[in-house]
């Protein structure tokens, strides 16, 4: 997979050559590249800003700079408009960090985990000249993406978690793929609590089921506390679980929690 990142902070962007996708990069997995803006600009002062039209608070960022550094990154397919419909499937997508964009969830990572060439436009101030969203449209696959509701005064960060759960999905980056499969968020449910040695530890006891040496016992009880974590933490996540995923001894576990918190309510 080819990464390209945008930024007028590309050192910002430097822990990605770190652990597993610096490694991922050594192994010929993933080809990434962070480019400068300001190296597509042409003044003495690398202006990438300018006050907005319609007047307001802060700054925006100005169309140049950008539309020749996409010419740069997405090539020589980017010049000629493209249909949606026409465009082949290696076509580059372009992501465009955004707090007013669609929510980066598992299934966005694994969505563009399948795709061969994504660039990521990292805005600042206040955003970038709509234009340039609408320009690379007409190109590429464009998708403004916001990683939670709240406000960063950037898009490298959110770049950085984004690269981090793509890359981690790419085949040979995790050397255990097993690992991938009961994680938080794969089929809906969150994590179960994991422990290790010692059996005892400051007062505190591992879970005896799991000494107990009975497979079935340990993934029933590890099952049960992945709905029971879920429904206390993330309701919304076992409400937006698909019909079938949850068989009778779920729904029991469930039930029981819901009578165990009306018994405990107050009044
Ligand atoms: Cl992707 N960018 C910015 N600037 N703020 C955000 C965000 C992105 N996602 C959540 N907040």
Redesign the pocket.
């Known amino acids: 997979m080819r990464l390209d990142v945008l930024s007028i902070f590309p050192e910002y962007l430097s822990p990605l050559q770190l652990s597993l996708i610096g490694r991922a990069q050594e192994k010929g997995l993933l080809d990434l590249g962070v480019h400068d803006l300001r190296d597509w600009t042409h003044d003495r002062h690398r202006t990438v800003d300018d006050t907005p039209y319609g007047g307001g608070a802060g700054m925006v960022m100005k169309p140049e700079p950008w539309g020749e550094a996409l010419d740069h990154v997405l090539g020589a397919g980017a010049e000629a408009p493209v249909a949606s419909h026409a465009r082949p499937p290696a076509a580059p997508v372009l992501i465009v960090?955004?707090?007013a964009?669609e929510v980066f969830t598992q299934a966005t990572a694994r969505e563009l985990a399948a795709r061969e060439h994504l660039v990521f436009a990292c805005g600042r101030y206040e955003g970038i000249d709509h234009r340039v969203i609408d320009w690379a449209a007409e190109r590429a696959e464009v998708r403004m993406?916001?990683?939670?509701d709240?406000?960063?005064?950037?898009?490298e960060v959110?770049v950085m978690v984004m690269v981090e759960a793509i890359a981690r999905l790419l085949p040979g980056v995790i050397g255990n793929p097993e690992s991938l499969d009961e994680e938080s968020h794969e089929d809906g449910l969150l994590e179960y609590p994991v422990y290790t040695k010692p059996a005892e530890w400051r007062g505190h006891e591992v879970p005896p089921v799991l000494l107990s040496g009975d497979h079935g016992k340990v993934a029933r009880w590890r099952r049960d506390e992945r709905l029971r974590r879920t429904a206390r933490v993330r309701p919304d996540l076992l409400a937006a679980l698909p019909a079938g995923v949850l068989d009778a001894h779920d729904r029991r576990v469930l039930a029981a929690l819901t009578e165990e918190r009306e018994e405990t309510a107050p009044g």
């Open positions: 960090p955004s707090p964009g993406v916001s990683i939670g709240y406000v960063l005064n950037g898009g959110a």
